[in-house]
Structures are given as C-alpha cells and as structure tokens.
C-alpha cells in the first residue's frame, strides 16, 4: 500500500472521531456509526454554511463519497421536542447512509441483530428517548447514541 493510500485510509478512519464538540443531543445518532462505516462511504462532517447555496444553513452536512449529503439540523422550530429532533435526525441519517451502501449491496444499516440478513433497526419514541427496534419484534435494542455500546 502506497504512502498516499494509507494516508487516505488513516484521514477516512479518523472521520468517525471528529465530531462536534459538544455534540448537540440531536446529533446523538452519529456515535451510532462505526469506523468502518465513516470509511467504506468516506463520510464526512461539513459545517452547514460551507456548501454553496446554503450560507445560513445552521447545522452540520454529512456527505458521502459521491458527494451526497445530508442536513443535521440545529435549527428546529421551538415546539419540536428533542425526542422528535434525535428521531428526526436518526431517520434522516440512516435513510441516507442506507442509500449510500445502495451500490454495493449493503444498505441494511444499522443491522437488527436478531435478523441482520432481512432487515435495518429502526428508530422509535419511546417514554425516555429515541430507541433502536427489530421492527419484526419491537424488541428495543439500544437508546440512538449508543448502539456501539450495546
């Protein structure tokens, strides 16, 4: 492996670290991603106002390879709840992350872990937070943030 391609693995790997700090509640589902995801889609964290036509976008992009991205909102009207901000952003981040994955056949993330051929966790409300499910069961996997933790 070349020089320069271990350095582009290393910057892609690294991508799953660099994080906002502190990371806004909203964005609790980006601790969900594992390294190997950030790097086999060469994700990446973009201010908001850094891509063209949206200066007063607040917020953060997460942008692919292909340079597909998607809007991490700060900027949520007042009567939305933090659940509804967590469950807005986990939804918005694994629809496109499963997009990403699309090409090379594997866009079941994040994998239920009793079906992980059939069918992606999905994101629900409940009483104390934004929770991953089986959506075949409703049996609850993790609180959105730490699924790496379970």
């Known amino acids: 492996m070349s020089a320069k391609s271990r350095r582009r693995r290393h910057e892609a790997a690294d991508n799953g670290a660099k994080l906002p700090e502190p990371l806004p509640p909203e964005f609790a589902i980006l601790r969900d991603i594992a390294p190997p995801i950030w790097e086999e889609h060469s994700l990446r964290l973009v201010p908001g106002s850094a891509i063209e036509g949206f200066p007063d976008f607040e917020g953060w992009w997460l942008r692919d390879s292909s340079g597909s991205a998607v809007g991490l909102r700060l900027d949520h009207h007042e009567d939305v709840s933090l659940q509804e901000k967590v469950r807005a ?8 992350i499963q997009e990403a994955g699309a090409s090379s056949g594997r866009s079941n993330w994040p994998p239920c872990p009793a079906h992980p051929r059939t069918h992606p966790l999905a994101s629900r409300m409940v009483d104390d937070g934004v929770v991953w499910c089986c959506p075949e069961t409703s049996e609850q996997v993790a609180l959105v943030g730490q699924l790496l933790d379970s």
């Open 89 to 96: 952003t986990a939804e918005g981040v694994e629809s496109f």
